[in-house]
Structure formats: C-alpha cells, structure tokens
C-alpha cells in the first residue's frame, strides 16, 4: 500500500521557519521523482520543487534561495527547509511521487505564516 505523509506544518511568524517531512511507503522510494507543492485558498496547486532520482534538485523563482529540497533515500523521506518564510507562503504543502507515469500524492500539511 503506497502512503506518503507529509509532516512538519504549522502556524509561523514571518522571517520565520519550518521544515516539511514526507514520509513514504509502498513503493521503492529511490526510483522515483519527489516533488513539493502548494495549494493557498482560492488558487491553483503549484510546483515549490522538485528533486529527482540522482539527487538534483530545482526550486521555483517565487521560493528560490529562501526553500531548499532534499531527499534521504535510506529513511524514504523527502525534506522541504523553509525560511524567511511570508505570508504569500501560506497554503497546504502536499509530495507527490512520480515515476514511470505513476504519481502517488500526499493527504498535505498545512502551513499558515501570521503575526
């Protein structure tokens, strides 16, 4: 049974900092895409970054130098490192798996940057 579960969520300050986990099961986690998105209210579902099965990674320009992605293939997790985090970050982060035109989707954590 394929899980992924995502952990690490929470309510922020601004210029504050989180880091996302996604836990996964069920398949052979070395062999397959890691993704992170987000999805704020009202708006679409977004790519945050990507890291792929050699290990290298692409952050988008709205996050790039304040997000890192990672992976530890040994624990079959993912890692988002967020910080100076903003309000603009406030949404649910979700993982997704993807490999060989299967994609497995996380049940996503919230992240609510406020003062």
């Known amino acids: 049974q394929v899980q992924l579960v995502e952990s690490g969520g929470g309510l922020v300050q601004p210029g504050g900092s989180l880091r996302l986990s996604c836990a996964a099961s069920?398949?052979?986690?070395?062999?397959?895409?890691m993704s992170w998105y987000r999805q704020a209210p009202g708006k679409e579902r977004e790519l945050v970054g990507i890291?792929?099965?050699?290990?290298?990674?692409h952050i988008v320009d709205p996050v790039k130098g304040r997000f890192t992605i990672s992976r530890d293939n040994a624990k079959n997790t993912v890692y988002l490192e967020m910080n100076s985090l903003k309000a603009e970050d406030t949404a649910v982060y979700y993982c997704?798996?993807?490999?060989?035109?299967?994609?497995?989707w996380g049940q996503g954590t919230q992240v609510t940057v406020s003062s």
């Open positions: 997704k798996a993807r490999a060989r035109g299967l994609e497995y």
């Open positions: 069920g398949f052979t986690f070395s062999s397959y895409t």
């Open positions: 890291t792929s099965t050699g290990g290298s990674t």
